[in-house]
Structure formats: structure tokens, C-alpha cells
């Protein structure tokens, strides 16, 4: 069965520091890979996502993931974070050709000023 | 114009009761999901329909049973409501290719 594992799920840090958020997947084929943020009391937001290309992604809010294929990992990646990015962040994947998207547990960052 | 709109926002009831939560998307596309997110944040896929077929129907118990009258609508009924219901369920529609799933902004259901 296709699975999504986030880990660290609460993740504390202070403004200015870098945030690194792991996400392996458990599928062998094509896959879809998203990362999905939700601010508190809110829905959830696309950040960024990749389907095929350079492996580096850039997204919204000086958010980017890397996809390593022979570690099926996409990290995400912000090199200073805001108070602002205090949000859940969830890890996604789908697969090409079947109806499923699946996420990970999420990750609860929350950024101290 | 929002993608995905869901009503209602919030909905309180009491045990027992049968309610509905309707979800309309705007976007044309093929497939729409419910998702229930729990109070530790988990989001568990529930249903998943593509052009008004049943496509995914995880382990939900029957109470709750989603109907697509077109492409555009998914809506969720639930019967007997009970207290472990309690959670923001989240409407989505995304493309066959799954290029994207945009997200309704949920509805927060409180069984009292």
C-alpha cells in the first residue's frame, strides 16, 4: 500500500533559523510529489510540487523541496524561517494513473520570534 | 470565485442526528475527495469519486455515505452521527493527472 512518513511531527525553532522537514514515500513507480501547508484554522495551501524535471523545486514563500528518487525522499526546505511559516506541513503523493492522494501524518512547526 | 467552497463552515449537532455537508468545486475537474481530519491533525482519505463514479471508499463506516449529482458536487451525508465524528472534514478536487488537489476550506463538525 502507497504511504507517506513525515517525521519529527512538533518542530520548535526560533526566527532566522533554517528548517529542514523530511518525507519518504513507499511507491516504486511514477509519482506526483506535493507539499501542502495549513495555517492555523485553515484549509490547506499548495507550497510546491513536482512531477518530473529538475529535482530541485522551488515554491511560494521561499519554500523548495528536493526529490531524490533513490532515497524516495522530498524534503522541504527554508533557509530562514518567519513567525509567519508557524503552520502544519503536510507531505503528499500520487500516484500517475490512480485516483489517490495520500499524505503524511504532517509536521507541526511552529517558529518562536 | 472560490475553487472549492464548502457549507456549511461549522456545524454543531447532537448525537444521533443525520446531517449533510455539500461541496461544490468550480474548476471543471474530474476527481473530488473527502478527507477527515482528526484533532492530532490527521488528514485520512474517506472517498474519492472521478466524474461522478466511487473510486476510493476507505475503511468509513456506512453512516456515511457521499453522492455526486454531477462532476461539480460531492456531497457527504452521515446518518446516526456519533461523538468520534467530531473532526473538519475537507473537500478537494484535482485533475486525472493530479497535477494539483485544491482544497475547500472545511468544515469543523462538533457532535455534542
Known amino acids: 500500500a502507497q504511504s507517506v512518513s513525515q517525521h519529527n511531527h512538533h518542530v520548535i525553532l526560533s526566527e532566522a533559523a533554517s528548517l529542514e522537514l523530511g518525507c519518504n514515500y513507499s511507491?516504486?513507480?511514477?509519482?506526483?510529489l506535493f507539499w501542502y501547508v495549513q495555517y492555523p484554522g485553515q484549509h490547506l495551501q499548495l507550497l510546491l510540487k513536482?512531477?518530473?524535471?529538475?529535482?530541485l523545486v522551488k515554491g511560494i514563500k521561499g519554500f523548495e523541496a528536493e526529490f531524490i528518487k533513490s532515497k524516495f525522499s522530498f524534503n522541504l526546505r527554508k533557509p530562514s524561517v518567519q513567525w509567519s511559516d508557524t503552520a502544519e506541513y503536510f507531505c503528499a503523493v500520487s500516484i500517475y494513473g490512480n485516483n489517490r492522494l495520500a499524505f503524511g501524518k504532517g509536521n507541526q512547526v511552529v517558529v518562536i520570534p | 470565485d472560490t475553487a472549492v467552497s464548502q457549507t456549511p463552515k461549522y456545524l454543531v449537532t447532537q448525537m444521533g442526528n443525520d446531517k449533510s455537508i455539500k461541496c461544490e468545486q468550480n474548476?471543471?475537474?474530474?476527481?473530488m475527495y473527502w478527507y477527515k481530519q482528526d484533532s492530532k491533525k490527521f488528514l485520512k482519505i474517506m472517498f474519492s469519486y472521478n466524474n461522478k463514479e466511487l473510486i476510493i471508499n476507505e475503511t468509513v463506516p456506512n453512516r456515511f455515505s457521499p453522492k455526486s449529482p454531477d462532476k461539480a458536487h460531492l456531497n457527504l451525508h452521515i446518518n446516526s452521527l456519533e461523538l468520534g465524528d467530531s473532526a473538519v472534514y475537507f473537500c478537494?478536487?484535482?485533475?486525472?493527472?493530479?497535477?494539483?488537489?485544491?482544497f475547500g476550506q472545511g468544515t469543523r463538525l462538533t457532535v455534542v
Open positions: 511507491y516504486g513507480g511514477t509519482v506526483n
Open positions: 513536482y512531477f518530473s524535471g529538475d529535482p
Open positions: 474548476l471543471g475537474h474530474d476527481t
Open positions: 478537494a478536487a484535482a485533475d486525472s493527472g493530479h497535477t494539483e488537489a485544491f
